[in-house]
């Protein structure tokens, strides 16, 4: 039974990958801080959900504490890792910027030491399609540059990039690295867009529409998206013999054992639609707050998920109007609204 270490297996998308490797017959060992960056005990219910699962055991701890991290993962002694855990939000990447640098890099620094000493068979990493920064050539594709990060967010997940490089070129370290885009749905966290406009409607609160409504964004489903990576963690990358074995389109270093696949669903939704999406499934109007841009912010993210699709043969493509509707209904449930 193929052993796989996956880390923030109590977050979001952490745990819809967990249940999708168990129920495929893999044991699976969750590592998670439980930090209380918002409500800790929908991260507990998560991992109650899992433990139910005879082949999934846990660990709390910190990414960036080298010492647990390092006696939970040689415990464990994984085949694959799939890095998962960080400090997430945008936002609050211009409120707490230590804290990204702390678990983003710091953290991501001690998966890759474990990687590499355990030799794992490959290694997957999540990043984000903030990376892209002010690029504005639309959609973003992998072999397009990276230079313009906005946030120290997204300054952070292309640090782990380059180290991911790095490292897969000096141990000869298979590692994919993942751009998502914009993953909703059920379970998810509470400073997400959808889950904010849920229960502002719910309540008969006010939204906050930046940019006055001209916002778009490549909504991703969570089953879709850890549909895609557990498909990638098949898809080893090699070190090439030369260029001329790259595929054009291909995101696969000449020189290391590394590639870069963007997960999205292709489809730029303009916010307001989203928003219309939502009232229709709840049945009542949104209190609309228009706002001028936010900080840090970008009017638009779209993702060529083709070389997904090449590599695979998968791509995402839920409706983002169904994917709504079950958020919507897994939301009810939950706090019995």
Not at 61 to 78: G, K, Q, T, W, Y
Not at 146 to 174: C, F, Q
Not at 209 to 229: C, P, Q
């Amino acid at each position: 039974m193929t052993r796989v270490l996956v880390t923030g297996s109590a977050g979001f998308i952490g745990f819809h990958l967990a249940k999708l490797l168990l129920a495929d017959g893999f044991r699976v060992h969750g590592l998670d801080g439980m930090t209380d960056y918002y409500d800790v005990s929908l991260k507990q219910r998560r991992h109650r959900i899992l433990l139910k699962h005879p082949n999934f055991s846990k660990t709390e701890a910190m990414l960036e504490d080298s010492e647990a991290f390092n006696r939970a993962a040689d415990h464990f002694a994984p085949q694959l890792i799939v890095h998962l855990a960080a400090q997430a939000g945008v936002r609050h990447s211009l409120e707490n910027p230590r804290a990204y640098i702390d678990a983003n890099v710091v953290g991501t620094f001690n998966v890759m030491e474990a990687a590499r000493r355990h030799q794992v068979r490959h290694l997957l990493m999540a990043s984000t399609s903030s990376v892209y920064g002010a690029n504005d050539e639309l959609p973003f594709t992998e072999t397009e540059k990276t230079d313009t990060p906005l946030t120290i967010y997204a300054a952070a997940k292309k640090a782990t990039e380059s180290m991911g490089h790095a490292y897969a070129h000096v141990w000869n370290l298979p590692t994919t690295m993942f751009r998502f885009f914009t993953v909703y749905g059920p379970w998810g966290r509470p400073d997400m867009a959808l889950y904010k406009f849920v229960d502002a409607v719910l309540e008969g609160r006010p939204i906050d529409i930046y940019n006055h409504g001209e916002m778009y964004r490549d909504f991703t489903y969570v089953e879709d998206l850890v549909r895609a990576v557990r498909l990638m963690i098949e898809v080893v990358p090699a070190r090439p013999a030369s260029k001329r074995e790259i595929a054009l389109g291909d995101s696969l270093s000449p020189v290391a054992p590394f590639r870069v696949v963007n997960i999205g669903n292709s489809d730029k939704v303009k916010l307001t639609d989203f928003v219309d999406a939502i009232e229709a499934c709840i049945g009542q109007p949104a209190i609309r707050n228009y706002m001028d841009m936010q900080k840090g912010d970008v009017p638009a993210t779209w993702a060529d998920a083709g070389l997904l699709q090449r590599l695979t043969g998968y791509r995402p493509q839920t409706d983002v109007r169904k994917g709504i509707a079950r958020f919507v209904a897994w939301y009810r449930d939950y706090y019995q609204k």
